[in-house]
């Protein structure tokens, strides 16, 4: 039960585990739906761009055959040539091979998104070890790899036959063509296979990627104990978890000082405690803590209500208690309630004014 629990993967992998595995480039990708995209692609680029090509292609022929032939070969005139040439290449071929380009990179970024990693072209030495080249080439993925190469090249030749003898009269009244019309026809039944060829393809390729993307997911999969181990690890070492708690004391310190002001009373221990209690009977049927603390943050307190001139009481083990007992914005006991309408009686003995809480009864 234990080695079960220990070694058998049977968790699915947690973010961070995938986030890691994106970072070493370790990503579900298919080739196959790669060149699939760039198959058909390119086939539309000719059906759509084969007439403007063909044209332009003519026309520069036609201007050299049907056009004088040049006596010298001077350097201008070849260079003029040249020019031409490279004009009617670039025309030809810089739309297609941008947008084959374009193609590509929507392939990858449909496939993988946008990752920006080194981690695949670092040196890996394990790879030139020959025990372990022998057992990656004799591995399962290696046989499922050769079993679907195997399947593609089937499939291929599968449907261009089929694709052929489907076209078996066409082909043999092309035979009876002119030249022109033979060449003609022959380009648009060899885009059509192409098309045939691409949509075969780009069903292996779904195929394919949903072959990869299972493969992935249970590579990433994880033991109960990498479970555990990777949640100790996010927690952080003991520094770190002190300055976090040492953070979340200071930002709860902060919100206790902005409520020292609303206090009616700070009661003390005259050596490191104070409490500061407020009492609105339209709010709360008890009186509230809303602040204490003890040595910095009392002097703090006890600071703090001097500034607003809040009467301060010394009841050492009432301080005592509250502050052990009772949890910032909480009521105070039932059974103190006595001792606090004591308290704000003896203020008003002090200070000749009562709160408001007592003057509204």
Excluded: C
Excluded at 55 to 79: C, H, I, N, S, W
Excluded at 172 to 195: R, Y
């Amino acid at each position: 039960m234990a080695s079960d629990d220990a070694g058998d993967k049977t968790e699915a992998p947690t973010e961070r585990r995938r986030s890691e595995a994106r970072e070493q480039g370790n990503i579900p990708k298919s080739t196959d739906l790669n060149a699939a995209i760039l198959m058909l692609t390119a086939a539309s680029l000719l059906w759509t761009m084969g007439p403007t090509i063909t044209e332009k292609l003519g026309q520069l022929v036609r201007a050299y055959v049907e056009g004088p032939m040049p006596l010298t070969l001077d350097a201008y005139g070849f260079a003029h040539d040249m020019w031409q040439l490279a004009n009617v290449v670039g025309e030809i071929s810089l739309p297609f091979l941008g947008t084959m380009f374009l193609a590509a990179i929507g392939a990858n970024f449909l496939q993988i998104g946008f990752v920006m990693t080194t981690k695949p072209l670092e040196p890996k030495w394990n790879r030139v070890n020959p025990a372990t080249g022998f057992t990656r080439i004799y591995s399962m993925s290696s046989l499922v790899k050769l079993g679907t190469n195997t399947g593609k090249i089937t499939v291929f030749s599968t449907v261009a036959i089929i694709f052929i003898a489907y076209e078996i009269a066409t082909w043999e009244a092309m035979m009876e063509f002119e030249t022109i019309s033979f060449l003609s026809l022959m380009s648009w039944k060899t885009l059509q296979l192409a098309f045939t060829l691409s949509v075969a393809l780009a069903v292996l390729a779904v195929v394919d990627y949903a072959w990869q993307w299972y493969k992935h997911e249970e590579d990433l999969k994880m033991t109960k104990q990498e479970i555990r181990d990777e949640m100790k690890n996010m927690e952080g070492d003991p520094h770190i978890r002190h300055k976090r708690r040492e953070i979340h004391r200071k930002l709860a310190t902060a919100r206790q000082m902005a409520d020292v002001p609303k206090a009616d009373v700070i009661i003390n221990n005259p050596t490191h405690i104070s409490v500061a209690i407020s009492y609105n009977p339209e709010k709360h049927p008890a009186p509230i803590v809303v602040a204490k603390g003890a040595d910095e943050i009392a002097m703090r307190i006890r600071e703090i209500a001097r500034e607003h001139k809040i009467p301060m009481i010394e009841r050492k083990p009432l301080a005592r208690r509250l502050y052990k007992e009772v949890k910032v914005g909480r009521p105070i006991p039932p059974d103190l309630y006595s001792a606090f309408v004591e308290i704000m009686a003896y203020v008003y003995k002090l200070t000749g004014k009562a709160p408001a809480a007592f003057r509204k009864k």
